[in-house]
Each structure stands twice: as C-alpha cells, then as structure tokens.
C-alpha cells in the first residue's frame, strides 16, 4: 500500500503551520507536535535531524513512522495534522514499539 500525497505534509508552509499552533505530546520514543486541521483524513510529517544520527537511522526511522502511520491511520482523529520526531531511545526501538507508542499517545 502506498502513503499517498493526500496523507502527507508536503511543504515548509505547513510544516510551519502546525509548529506554529501545535500542541505536543511525548513518549519514550516520539515527540509529536499536531494540530486538528481542517483536512477529512490524517496528515503525517517526519522529522529526523542529523542529531538523531547516521542516514541508516533517520531512514529506518522514517520507515518504521510511515509503515504504523499507514496501518493505523483510521483510528487518528479525523483532520489531525502531525509531525514525528525522535527521541533519544528511538535509535534502539523496534517497528512494533514504535507502532505502540504512535497508537497509544493519541487514546484518551
């Protein structure tokens, strides 16, 4: 399944605007900053820095944050406009930790 345009935050202006109005949440391995937007479906930004480490792991990273935003992207709250970050144990975290932790801080 592929993780279409219509699910993503495409350009600096909206990176921008959901740092600008967003309200943050943080676990163990994501810091997620959101906004509830306008939009019917859930939107998704991925942020990994150089800080965050070598390209293997931003990557591995991004994958991991796409794939359970993909599998999990009815159960968000409808308009959500989000932006992941790692943090400093995410480098160690597994797929199904990270899917946990991306479902789990937004229930309740």
């Excluded at 794939?67 to 597994?94: H, L, T, W």
Aim: charged share 35%; hydrophobic share 30%; glycine share 8%.
């Amino acid at each position: 399944m592929k993780f279409p345009k219509s699910q993503r935050l495409l350009t600096r202006r909206a990176y921008g605007r959901v740092k600008e109005r967003s309200s943050q949440v943080k676990g163990k391995n994501l810091y997620i900053e959101y906004i509830i937007g306008q939009h019917h479906e859930p939107k998704l930004g991925i942020c990994a820095t150089k800080r965050f480490g070598k390209a293997v792991s931003r990557n591995r990273f991004k994958r991991c944050v796409r794939e359970a935003f993909r599998q999990n992207s009815d159960s968000f709250p409808r308009g959500i406009e989000m932006i992941v970050k790692p943090r400093k144990y995410a480098a160690k975290a597994g797929f199904k930790e990270i899917k946990r932790e991306l479902t789990t801080l937004f229930q309740g």
